[in-house]
């Protein structure tokens, strides 16, 4: 994957930047934690512009956002609730839960999408509540841009400051992205395992 990623940001510049961070948002095993260094590395090299490579990098993570986003509007609450009835051990929610769920997330939805969008795996993630919630697009691309401009901001400096050291940001960022990943995959399996299915009384 490090050859292909190197070589297509070589090859096609800013379009290859945004293509990759729109994947990274919609296929999350393909690291921005690994693309946006990159990307300042060769920057530092005076191969591409900085600021340009920051707009692409942030363009192509917010068209991604976007995407899961809308599939949230088009899931909605109300569908959500249907298939928490129907197969809520394996969302881990109860109709119930979700109404608490999506109650709490309208009242917190700016800090939530702005911070979700600084933790791996949950950038992604964050996306989807924020359309089930009905989230306005305006606040979303809001604070969403401000989230993502941070953290492609700090990827993208770290690999232009570093130039060819810039896979030590990667070799740094990687076992707290893996942490963090691992965590919530034993947090889910942990729900699935102790589910209780809300029966009213």
Not at 42 to 54: F, I, K, M
Not at 73 to 96: D, S
Not at 103 to 111: E, L, T
Request: net charge positive.
């Amino acid at each position: 994957m490090f050859d292909w990623i190197t070589g297509l940001v070589e090859q096609t510049g800013y379009l290859g930047v945004f293509f990759l961070m729109l994947l990274e948002n919609v296929f999350p095993p393909i690291p921005s934690e690994l693309i946006m260094p990159l990307a300042g590395f060769t920057a530092a090299r005076g191969e591409l512009s900085l600021l340009g490579v920051l707009v692409a990098g942030v363009a192509g993570s917010l068209a991604g956002a976007l995407l899961w986003y809308h599939v949230g509007r088009w899931l909605g609450e109300e569908r959500l609730k249907r298939w928490a009835a129907r197969h809520g051990r394996w969302l881990t929610l109860a109709p119930a839960e979700v109404d608490q769920a999506t109650a709490w997330f309208r009242r917190h939805c700016h800090m939530a999408v702005l911070f979700g969008r600084l933790v791996p795996a949950v950038r992604t993630l964050i996306s989807v509540p924020a359309g089930i919630a009905g989230m306005g697009l305006a606040k979303f691309l809001l604070y969403s841009g401000l989230g993502t401009l941070v953290w492609t901001a700090f990827l993208l400096a770290g690999g232009y400051l570093l130039e060819d050291r810039y896979r030590d940001v990667q070799a740094w960022l990687d076992p707290v992205s893996n942490a963090v990943i691992a965590v919530l995959l034993l947090w889910y399996l942990y729900r699935v395992v102790t589910f209780r299915r809300h029966v009213p009384g």
